[in-house]
Protein backbone atom coordinates (compact mmCIF):
# COMPACT_ATOMS: atom_id res chain seq x y z
CA UNK A 1 0.00 0.00 0.00
CA UNK A 2 1.63 3.06 -1.00
CA UNK A 3 1.19 6.48 -0.04
CA UNK A 4 -1.90 8.97 -1.44
CA UNK A 5 -0.63 10.49 -4.47
CA UNK A 6 -1.62 14.09 -4.94
CA UNK A 7 -4.52 15.85 -5.61
CA UNK A 8 -5.63 16.08 -8.95
CA UNK A 9 -5.00 19.91 -10.21
CA UNK A 10 -5.74 19.09 -13.77
CA UNK A 11 -9.56 17.44 -13.57
CA UNK A 12 -11.93 18.97 -15.18
CA UNK A 13 -15.42 17.23 -15.18
CA UNK A 14 -16.61 19.57 -18.25
CA UNK A 15 -13.94 18.14 -20.25
CA UNK A 16 -15.22 16.21 -23.37
CA UNK A 17 -13.79 13.51 -22.33
CA UNK A 18 -15.75 13.65 -18.92
CA UNK A 19 -18.54 13.16 -20.94
CA UNK A 20 -21.17 9.87 -20.23
CA UNK A 21 -20.13 7.61 -23.40
CA UNK A 22 -22.19 5.70 -25.13
CA UNK A 23 -23.37 1.97 -24.57
CA UNK A 24 -20.72 -0.06 -26.50
CA UNK A 25 -22.28 -3.20 -26.07
CA UNK A 26 -25.28 -4.77 -24.40
CA UNK A 27 -24.79 -6.76 -21.05
CA UNK A 28 -22.68 -9.99 -21.14
CA UNK A 29 -23.53 -11.99 -18.12
CA UNK A 30 -20.54 -14.48 -17.67
CA UNK A 31 -22.04 -17.80 -17.55
CA UNK A 32 -25.59 -18.23 -19.27
CA UNK A 33 -25.90 -17.31 -22.82
CA UNK A 34 -23.74 -14.77 -24.71
CA UNK A 35 -24.56 -12.19 -26.98
CA UNK A 36 -24.94 -14.53 -29.77
CA UNK A 37 -27.08 -16.77 -28.28
CA UNK A 38 -24.73 -19.37 -27.76
CA UNK A 39 -24.45 -20.97 -24.86
CA UNK A 40 -21.17 -20.40 -22.21
CA UNK A 41 -19.00 -22.69 -20.42
CA UNK A 42 -20.18 -23.27 -16.70
CA UNK A 43 -17.50 -20.38 -14.47
CA UNK A 44 -14.90 -20.31 -14.11
CA UNK A 45 -15.42 -18.39 -17.68
CA UNK A 46 -12.71 -19.41 -20.13
CA UNK A 47 -10.77 -16.09 -20.68
CA UNK A 48 -10.75 -16.36 -24.58
CA UNK A 49 -14.46 -16.34 -24.49
CA UNK A 50 -14.95 -12.30 -24.17
CA UNK A 51 -16.29 -10.81 -26.65
CA UNK A 52 -13.62 -9.26 -28.54
CA UNK A 53 -15.80 -6.06 -28.67
CA UNK A 54 -16.05 -6.26 -24.55
CA UNK A 55 -12.35 -6.71 -24.70
CA UNK A 56 -11.97 -3.60 -26.55
CA UNK A 57 -14.54 -1.39 -24.15
CA UNK A 58 -11.85 -1.54 -21.61
CA UNK A 59 -8.48 -0.75 -23.76
CA UNK A 60 -8.18 2.85 -22.55
CA UNK A 61 -8.93 2.10 -18.88
CA UNK A 62 -5.59 2.62 -16.93
CA UNK A 63 -7.16 3.15 -13.37
CA UNK A 64 -9.15 -0.09 -11.86
CA UNK A 65 -11.42 0.07 -9.05
CA UNK A 66 -13.15 -1.98 -7.20
CA UNK A 67 -16.05 -2.10 -4.39
CA UNK A 68 -14.86 -4.37 -1.41
CA UNK A 69 -17.80 -6.18 0.11
CA UNK A 70 -19.46 -8.38 -1.95
CA UNK A 71 -17.49 -7.72 -5.35
CA UNK A 72 -13.86 -8.75 -4.47
CA UNK A 73 -15.49 -11.73 -1.92
CA UNK A 74 -18.42 -13.16 -3.16
CA UNK A 75 -21.66 -12.42 -2.22
CA UNK A 76 -22.68 -16.16 -0.72
CA UNK A 77 -19.31 -15.36 1.63
CA UNK A 78 -20.51 -15.12 5.63
CA UNK A 79 -18.61 -11.87 5.98
CA UNK A 80 -21.77 -9.17 5.40
CA UNK A 81 -23.88 -11.32 7.56
CA UNK A 82 -21.22 -10.83 10.29
CA UNK A 83 -21.08 -7.19 9.75
CA UNK A 84 -24.77 -6.90 9.00
CA UNK A 85 -25.04 -8.58 12.91
CA UNK A 86 -22.85 -6.29 14.32
CA UNK A 87 -24.34 -3.43 12.76
CA UNK A 88 -27.73 -4.82 14.68
CA UNK A 89 -25.59 -5.62 17.82
CA UNK A 90 -24.59 -1.70 18.19
CA UNK A 91 -27.83 -0.35 17.51
CA UNK A 92 -29.77 -2.53 20.15
CA UNK A 93 -26.88 -1.59 22.74
CA UNK A 94 -26.98 2.12 21.92
CA UNK A 95 -30.74 2.46 22.24
CA UNK A 96 -31.38 -0.50 24.32
CA UNK A 97 -33.96 -2.19 21.70
CA UNK A 98 -34.41 -5.92 21.37
CA UNK A 99 -33.27 -7.67 18.35
CA UNK A 100 -36.73 -7.23 15.99
CA UNK A 101 -36.59 -3.49 16.90
CA UNK A 102 -33.12 -3.01 16.41
CA UNK A 103 -33.12 -4.93 12.99
CA UNK A 104 -36.21 -2.51 11.94
CA UNK A 105 -33.99 0.36 12.61
CA UNK A 106 -30.86 -0.53 11.00
CA UNK A 107 -32.87 -0.84 7.39
CA UNK A 108 -34.62 1.79 7.76
CA UNK A 109 -31.58 3.98 8.40
CA UNK A 110 -29.41 1.65 5.17
CA UNK A 111 -32.38 2.64 3.12
CA UNK A 112 -32.86 6.51 3.86
CA UNK A 113 -29.26 7.17 4.34
CA UNK A 114 -27.30 4.74 2.41
CA UNK A 115 -25.62 3.27 5.25
CA UNK A 116 -26.81 2.98 8.59
CA UNK A 117 -23.72 4.97 10.02
CA UNK A 118 -25.09 7.89 8.17
CA UNK A 119 -28.34 7.42 9.71
CA UNK A 120 -27.21 7.54 13.00
CA UNK A 121 -24.80 11.03 11.87
CA UNK A 122 -27.95 12.47 10.72
CA UNK A 123 -30.16 11.68 13.41
CA UNK A 124 -28.21 11.25 16.30
CA UNK A 125 -24.40 12.12 17.65
CA UNK A 126 -22.18 8.90 17.62
CA UNK A 127 -18.82 8.30 17.45
CA UNK A 128 -18.13 6.92 13.79
CA UNK A 129 -14.65 5.66 14.87
CA UNK A 130 -16.57 3.80 17.78
CA UNK A 131 -19.63 2.61 15.42
CA UNK A 132 -16.47 1.56 12.61
CA UNK A 133 -14.37 -0.05 14.86
CA UNK A 134 -17.52 -2.16 16.28
CA UNK A 135 -18.95 -3.53 13.51
CA UNK A 136 -16.24 -4.71 11.40
CA UNK A 137 -14.70 -5.97 14.17
CA UNK A 138 -15.82 -9.47 12.46
CA UNK A 139 -13.58 -13.35 11.81
CA UNK A 140 -12.49 -13.31 8.65
CA UNK A 141 -11.27 -17.19 8.80
CA UNK A 142 -13.62 -18.15 6.37
CA UNK A 143 -11.90 -16.35 3.51
CA UNK A 144 -9.83 -18.18 1.34
CA UNK A 145 -6.54 -16.39 -0.52
CA UNK A 146 -7.68 -15.95 -3.98
CA UNK A 147 -5.02 -16.88 -5.92
CA UNK A 148 -6.72 -16.53 -9.94
CA UNK A 149 -8.25 -12.98 -8.39
CA UNK A 150 -4.91 -11.95 -7.23
CA UNK A 151 -3.37 -12.71 -10.54
CA UNK A 152 -5.50 -11.14 -12.67
CA UNK A 153 -5.77 -7.74 -10.63
CA UNK A 154 -2.19 -7.97 -10.86
CA UNK A 155 -1.83 -8.60 -14.21
CA UNK A 156 -4.44 -5.90 -15.09
CA UNK A 157 -2.69 -2.57 -16.58
CA UNK A 158 -2.32 0.48 -14.93
CA UNK A 159 -3.72 1.44 -11.23
CA UNK A 160 -6.25 -0.48 -8.51
CA UNK A 161 -7.95 1.06 -5.93
CA UNK A 162 -10.15 0.01 -3.79
CA UNK A 163 -13.59 2.26 -2.96
CA UNK A 164 -15.65 1.34 -0.54
CA UNK A 165 -18.52 2.44 2.29
CA UNK A 166 -16.84 0.50 5.17
CA UNK A 167 -13.84 1.53 6.84
CA UNK A 168 -10.14 1.19 5.60
CA UNK A 169 -9.47 -1.05 8.49
CA UNK A 170 -12.21 -3.61 7.68
CA UNK A 171 -10.80 -3.29 3.02
CA UNK A 172 -7.05 -3.78 4.31
CA UNK A 173 -8.05 -7.07 6.64
CA UNK A 174 -10.10 -8.88 4.47
CA UNK A 175 -7.84 -7.72 0.74
CA UNK A 176 -4.93 -9.09 3.18
CA UNK A 177 -7.11 -12.72 3.90
CA UNK A 178 -8.12 -12.43 0.18
CA UNK A 179 -4.03 -12.00 -0.83
CA UNK A 180 -4.95 -9.22 -3.18
CA UNK A 181 -3.99 -6.04 -0.24
CA UNK A 182 -0.15 -5.85 -2.30
CA UNK A 183 -2.09 -5.30 -5.93
CA UNK A 184 -3.73 -1.92 -4.82
CA UNK A 185 -2.54 1.50 -4.55
CA UNK A 186 -4.54 2.54 -1.71
CA UNK A 187 -8.06 2.80 -0.08
CA UNK A 188 -10.94 5.22 -0.07
CA UNK A 189 -12.83 4.56 2.70
CA UNK A 190 -16.13 6.05 4.07
CA UNK A 191 -14.35 8.38 6.57
CA UNK A 192 -12.17 9.39 3.35
CA UNK A 193 -15.90 10.38 1.63
CA UNK A 194 -16.29 12.42 4.78
CA UNK A 195 -19.45 9.66 5.99
CA UNK A 196 -21.01 10.47 2.90
CA UNK A 197 -21.58 6.99 1.57
CA UNK A 198 -22.07 5.72 -2.35
CA UNK A 199 -23.96 6.25 -4.34
CA UNK A 200 -24.08 10.10 -3.85
CA UNK A 201 -22.27 12.10 -6.33
CA UNK A 202 -19.72 13.76 -3.91
CA UNK A 203 -18.30 11.18 -3.04
CA UNK A 204 -17.19 9.85 -6.47
CA UNK A 205 -15.84 13.70 -6.58
CA UNK A 206 -13.49 13.02 -3.99
CA UNK A 207 -12.57 9.95 -4.38
CA UNK A 208 -11.49 11.10 -8.67
CA UNK A 209 -10.00 14.29 -6.73
CA UNK A 210 -8.29 12.42 -4.09
CA UNK A 211 -7.02 9.91 -6.60
CA UNK A 212 -6.33 12.18 -9.45
CA UNK A 213 -8.12 9.47 -11.38
CA UNK A 214 -9.85 10.51 -15.16
CA UNK A 215 -12.97 9.11 -14.84
CA UNK A 216 -12.71 8.61 -18.40
CA UNK A 217 -10.21 5.90 -18.45
CA UNK A 218 -11.35 4.37 -15.66
CA UNK A 219 -13.70 1.32 -14.84
CA UNK A 220 -15.97 0.35 -12.04
CA UNK A 221 -16.74 -3.01 -10.56
CA UNK A 222 -19.18 -3.08 -8.10
CA UNK A 223 -22.24 -5.50 -6.49
CA UNK A 224 -24.75 -2.67 -6.32
CA UNK A 225 -26.41 -1.30 -9.14
CA UNK A 226 -27.42 2.23 -8.28
CA UNK A 227 -23.63 2.22 -6.88
CA UNK A 228 -22.83 2.72 -10.64
CA UNK A 229 -24.83 5.09 -11.76
CA UNK A 230 -23.16 8.15 -11.00
CA UNK A 231 -19.52 6.07 -12.57
CA UNK A 232 -21.30 5.56 -15.80
CA UNK A 233 -22.92 9.07 -16.15
CA UNK A 234 -19.09 10.13 -15.64
CA UNK A 235 -17.42 8.06 -18.18
CA UNK A 236 -16.26 5.15 -15.92
CA UNK A 237 -16.80 1.16 -17.67
CA UNK A 238 -19.02 -0.06 -15.67
CA UNK A 239 -19.47 -3.78 -14.51
CA UNK A 240 -22.11 -5.05 -12.22
CA UNK A 241 -20.53 -8.04 -10.25
CA UNK A 242 -22.98 -10.94 -9.09
CA UNK A 243 -23.40 -14.20 -7.62
CA UNK A 244 -23.07 -17.50 -9.39
CA UNK A 245 -26.01 -19.50 -10.08
CA UNK A 246 -27.21 -21.37 -7.18
CA UNK A 247 -25.20 -19.51 -4.73
CA UNK A 248 -26.47 -18.06 -1.78
CA UNK A 249 -26.13 -14.45 -1.31
CA UNK A 250 -27.02 -12.33 1.81
CA UNK A 251 -28.00 -9.20 0.31
CA UNK A 252 -31.57 -7.30 0.29
CA UNK A 253 -33.02 -7.47 -2.70
CA UNK A 254 -32.97 -3.71 -4.10
CA UNK A 255 -29.24 -4.49 -4.03
CA UNK A 256 -29.42 -7.28 -6.39
CA UNK A 257 -32.15 -5.45 -8.82
CA UNK A 258 -30.53 -3.02 -11.77
CA UNK A 259 -28.87 -5.47 -13.33
CA UNK A 260 -30.47 -4.27 -16.91
CA UNK A 261 -30.23 -0.64 -15.98
CA UNK A 262 -28.95 1.46 -18.61
CA UNK A 263 -25.96 2.61 -16.40
CA UNK A 264 -25.04 -1.12 -16.08
CA UNK A 265 -22.62 -1.95 -19.15
CA UNK A 266 -21.41 -5.30 -18.25
CA UNK A 267 -22.38 -8.05 -15.51
CA UNK A 268 -20.52 -10.71 -14.46
CA UNK A 269 -20.57 -13.40 -12.05
CA UNK A 270 -17.17 -14.55 -12.47
CA UNK A 271 -14.85 -11.60 -11.45
CA UNK A 272 -11.46 -13.26 -11.47
CA UNK A 273 -12.84 -14.84 -14.54
CA UNK A 274 -13.83 -11.73 -16.54
CA UNK A 275 -10.96 -10.05 -15.39
CA UNK A 276 -8.50 -12.55 -16.71
CA UNK A 277 -10.67 -12.46 -19.66
CA UNK A 278 -9.81 -9.15 -20.58
CA UNK A 279 -5.72 -9.26 -20.11
CA UNK A 280 -6.14 -12.07 -22.55
CA UNK A 281 -4.06 -15.14 -23.19
CA UNK A 282 -0.97 -15.57 -21.14
MG1 LIG B 1 -20.51 -4.14 -2.15
Redesign the pocket.
Given at each position: MTDIKGKDADFDPTAPDARPQARSAEPVVATGASLSGTPLHKSPLPKTLLPDHTVARFAHVDTWVF?????LYPAGSDLWPKIDARITHFLAELFGLDGLSSRALQKYYYQRYGTTLRGLMEEHEISSDEFLAFVHDIDRSSLMPNHSLAKAITELPGRKLIL??GSREHALRTAEKLGIHEMFEDIFDIVAADLVPKPAAETYQRFFDRHAVEPARAAMF???SH?LVVPHARGMVTTLVVPKAGQEDHREPWEIAGANAAHVEFVTNDLEGFLAGLIGPG
Open positions: DLDNTTNEDIN
